[in-house]
């Protein structure tokens, strides 16, 4: 999902692109947890039913797939296997600076 999110992408566009339907269960499912760990941001965060939302992959979420692209937390080919829980991938996906005034 992140990366078909380098560029700007509506709801129904990604969920074509994944192969799956555009339904509020998928959404729920896919979309949210991403959100709420902050590696994809929205165009319009203060508005949800925005007809024009897009999503794209935060500062965060790019990070974090430029580390599983280089191969340095490997997933064994399933998202279901990465023995990381996602308060961990966010914390991966944090600068120094900003690990150190989180502290």
Same mark, same amino acid.
């Given at each position: 999902m992140l990366e078909l999110l380098s560029k $700007? @992408? &509506? $709801? =129904? /566009?990604?969920? =074509? %692109?994944? !192969?799956?339907? #555009? /339904?509020?269960? #998928? $959404?729920s499912k896919y979309l949210d947890p991403l959100i709420k760990i902050e590696w994809i941001e929205k165009e319009f965060p203060d508005n949800k039913t925005n007809p024009n939302q897009t999503y /794209?992959?935060? =500062?965060? !979420? %790019? &990070?974090? @797939?430029? @580390?599983?692209s280089k191969g340095k937390y490997s997933h064994n080919n399933s998202m279901s296997n990465f023995n990381f829980i996602p308060a961990q991938w966010k914390q991966l996906a944090e600068t120094p600076r900003e690990a150190e005034s989180a502290s």
């Open positions: $700007r @992408l &509506k $709801r =129904e /566009q990604l969920f =074509e %692109k994944m !192969g799956i339907s #555009n /339904q509020t269960k #998928n $959404r /794209q992959a935060s =500062e965060s !979420g %790019k &990070k974090i @797939l430029s @580390l599983i």
